[in-house]
């Protein structure tokens, strides 16, 4: 069943549901983005680390 399905009742079942779905979902693309922009930093950055000899 999916919410653009005519059969979909907004019942609390599923409001508890979407939001606790969206809620770990955006948590999750949040830091994948955050994880993304920082190796993009690090490779692309003249930041160096300096641990090569």
Do not use: C, R
């Given at each position: ?43 692309f ?9």
């Open positions: 069943m999916f919410p653009f399905s005519f059969e979909w009742i907004w019942d609390m079942g599923h409001m508890v549901f979407m939001g606790g779905l969206w809620y770990a979902l955006g948590i999750i693309g949040l830091g994948m983005t955050y994880v993304i922009i920082k190796t993009l930093q690090d490779t950055g003249n930041g160096g680390g300096g641990d090569h000899h």
